[in-house]
Structures are given as structure tokens and as C-alpha cells.
């Protein structure tokens, strides 16, 4: 069975840029995956932030970009802020149908 | 983009329960449609997808043969039967929209089902 994988817990400094990332426990992630990134903080719908490997969602700040690095999906925040402090989970599409989340990253901004 | 969930409630197990997402800002009939759940303290997990014309339907396994998703695009509303509902099925349930059958890039804000005794 195909696992996504994401870091549990990540800290930034604020100001500072932080990488998340998102793969999978067999093979490479690839922009056929369609790697997409959502915010969430507790009691909250999840907000889209980047879908399609790099396609910012709209009114995200271009703090928040995505990519593919090596063998894995990216979310880089730039310019951490106190109000990023979230979970972050990751989504990838494995094809006939089929989505599969991340576990998700809490990012702790301090 | 609006998208609101409603049905959830609490019911005993082995019973049934049908979500409802209704949803305006978008044409429905172009867009393949989801339900995603997030049970307490947990992590988001895909339950769902329906494609735009109601051809193409896939499910999570944990939910395969007891969940039906469905759709009327001249009601713009989205739908998730629940049978043989199971404590495990607890959760938040969201209906979100994606181009073709991912990704997904608009939420619900959720509806919450609880299965208990």
C-alpha cells in the first residue's frame, strides 16, 4: 500500500523560510500527481493554498510557493509569520481515482 | 466558489446517514467533486470522488461497498449515502471540488457525523 509521507512537526523562526515536503513510501513524486498543499488550523475548514504542483490558490500570498525537489513535492513559506503557524497536509492523486493525504506537518512559528 | 455541507448527526451503529453539499459560484456540471473527513485529532482522509457527469465514482477502501456518492448537477448538489456505519466512521465531513478527478482546490466548511451507541 502507497503511503504519503510528510514531515510531523517542522519549526520556523519568524522571517525565516521553511520547506515542507510531501512523498511517497514507493517511487517519486512527479507533477502527474498533481501535488497540492492545504492549510488548516484547529476548527477550520482546510484552505487551499497551492494545487497543481505550483498553482497558488487564490488571495495566498506569494509567500506560499510549490514545487518538485528531487523525488518530492515542496511547500516553501517564505517570511514565516505568526499566523502561519498551522497544519499543512498535502494531497497527491495516485490515478484511477484515487487521492491519498499526507499524514500532515504542524508548523510551529517561534 | 460556496460549498455547504449539511446532514451530519449522531447515529447508532450499523445505521445510515445521507450528507448533502450545496453548493453556487461555479458551474457544478464541470467539476469533478469530493468528500474528504478528518476524524477528532486527526488527519484529513479522502473518502470520495465523483466525476462531472456521474460516470466515474472511486472510493477510499475504508469506505468501499458501505458509502455511495452521487450527484443531481441540475440541483447543484453533491451527495454521500453512509450505510453500515461503524464508530470509526466519526468525523468531519467535507465536500470539496477539483477539475476533472483531482486536485482539489475549494472546501466546504464541513458537517459532522457522529457514530456511537
Known amino acids: 500500500q502507497i503511503v504519503v509521507t510528510q514531515e510531523p512537526s517542522f519549526s520556523v523562526s519568524p522571517g525565516g523560510t521553511v520547506t515542507l515536503t510531501c512523498g511517497l513510501t514507493s517511487g517519486s513524486v512527479s507533477t502527474s500527481h498533481y501535488p497540492s498543499w492545504y492549510q488548516q488550523t484547529p476548527g477550520q475548514a482546510p484552505r487551499t493554498l497551492i494545487y497543481?504542483?505550483?498553482t497558488r490558490s487564490s488571495g495566498v500570498p506569494d509567500r506560499f510557493s510549490g514545487s518538485i525537489l528531487g523525488n518530492k513535492a515542496a511547500l516553501t513559506i517564505t517570511g514565516a509569520q505568526a499566523d502561519d503557524e498551522s497544519d499543512y497536509y498535502c494531497?497527491?492523486?495516485?490515478?484511477?481515482?484515487?487521492?491519498?493525504f499526507g499524514g500532515g506537518t504542524k508548523l510551529t512559528v517561534l | 466558489v460556496h460549498l455547504v455541507e449539511s446532514g451530519g448527526s449522531e447515529v447508532q451503529p450499523g445505521r445510515s446517514l445521507r450528507l448533502s453539499c450545496a453548493v453556487s459560484?461555479?458551474?457544478?456540471?464541470?467539476?469533478?467533486m469530493h468528500w474528504v473527513r478528518q476524524a477528532p485529532g486527526k488527519g484529513l482522509e479522502w473518502v470520495a470522488v465523483?466525476?462531472?457527469?456521474?460516470?466515474?465514482?472511486y472510493y477510499a477502501d475504508s469506505v468501499k461497498g458501505r458509502f455511495t456518492i452521487s450527484r443531481d448537477n441540475s440541483k447543484n448538489a453533491l451527495y454521500l449515502q453512509m450505510n453500515t456505519l461503524r464508530p470509526e466512521d466519526t468525523a468531519v465531513y467535507y465536500c470539496?471540488?477539483?477539475?476533472?478527478?483531482?486536485?482539489?482546490?475549494?472546501w466546504g466548511q464541513g458537517t459532522l457525523v457522529i457514530v456511537s451507541s
Open positions: 470539496a471540488k477539483s477539475p476533472g478527478m483531482a486536485p482539489i482546490d475549494s
Open positions: 494531497v497527491l492523486y495516485l490515478g484511477s481515482g484515487i487521492s491519498v
Open positions: 497543481n504542483t505550483n
Open positions: 459560484g461555479f458551474i457544478f456540471s464541470d467539476y469533478g
Open positions: 465523483i466525476s462531472y457527469d456521474e460516470r466515474n465514482k
